[in-house]
């Protein structure tokens, strides 16, 4: 079964530090998001992509967060300094067609120290 | 803004022994998620639910949405230690075109052998 694949599984950073959080969407498919889960925290939607923009986004993703499709496989979140704040799990996922359902990654834990 | 509340917050059941799991919406829904997680681990799509009235099963896992009662349930029938998680409900605020999810706080449920 296809997947969307998330890298790294787990990355601590110091504090003010750039990440970058990687995905590799299922091949065919046309929309990618970004989410995050602070530890205890209910699921949190950050910004959805199609066709090379950004469609939505929500008040989280402010500009210290961007994304990028890099390469037309590649689906990538930044973070251009990170705060204590920003440590979750973050997870990437993709649709084809959105009534047709979401496939999450395994997400990236961020911890910053 | 809309709001899912899920409930119970946690379950503990004998191996065997069916449960509901029910998610309420503060506003209209216009289609239901329903998705499994493993603590710490990504997201598992199970079913989504977009008719009021429409009921979806997979193995022994069966949904329904009650648009009226702005509610869906997900009920387990015969329940196996496989089937312990964290499960979750999402919808789409917009109207389910957005890709834009909110999440419930998640139903944590154990099955004791």
């Known amino acids: 079964e296809p997947e969307v694949t998330q890298t790294p599984s787990h990355q601590v950073t110091q504090m003010g530090q750039e990440v970058i959080l990687r995905c590799v969407p299922i091949s065919n498919h046309l929309y990618f998001y970004w989410y995050r889960q602070i530890l205890g925290q209910k699921v949190e939607f950050l910004v959805s992509f199609y066709n090379n923009e950004i469609s939505e986004k929500s008040e989280i993703f402010d500009d210290q967060f961007s994304v990028e499709r890099p390469d037309g496989s590649n689906f990538t979140l930044k973070i251009r300094s990170t705060k204590l704040e920003d440590s979750a799990m973050y997870f990437c996922?993709?649709?084809?067609?959105?009534?047709?359902?979401?496939?999450f990654g395994s997400g990236t834990r961020l911890t910053v120290v | 803004s809309q709001e899912l509340e899920q409930s119970p917050q946690s379950l503990i059941v004998q191996e065997g022994k069916n449960l509901t799991i029910n998610c309420t919406s503060s506003k209209t829904l216009y289609g239901l998620y329903w998705y499994k997680q493993k603590y710490g681990e990504g997201l598992i799509f199970l079913m989504m639910l977009q008719k009021g009235g429409e009921e979806k099963s997979h193995e022994k896992i069966t949904a329904k949405l009650d648009e009226k009662k702005q509610q869906s349930s997900l009920h387990i029938t015969a329940s196996q230690p496989s089937h312990a998680g964290i499960y979750l409900c999402g919808a789409d605020p917009k109207g389910g075109n957005t890709g834009k999810l909110i999440f419930g706080q998640g139903t944590t449920l154990q099955v004791k052998p």
């Open positions: 996922a993709s649709s084809r067609v959105i009534a047709y359902g979401y496939t």
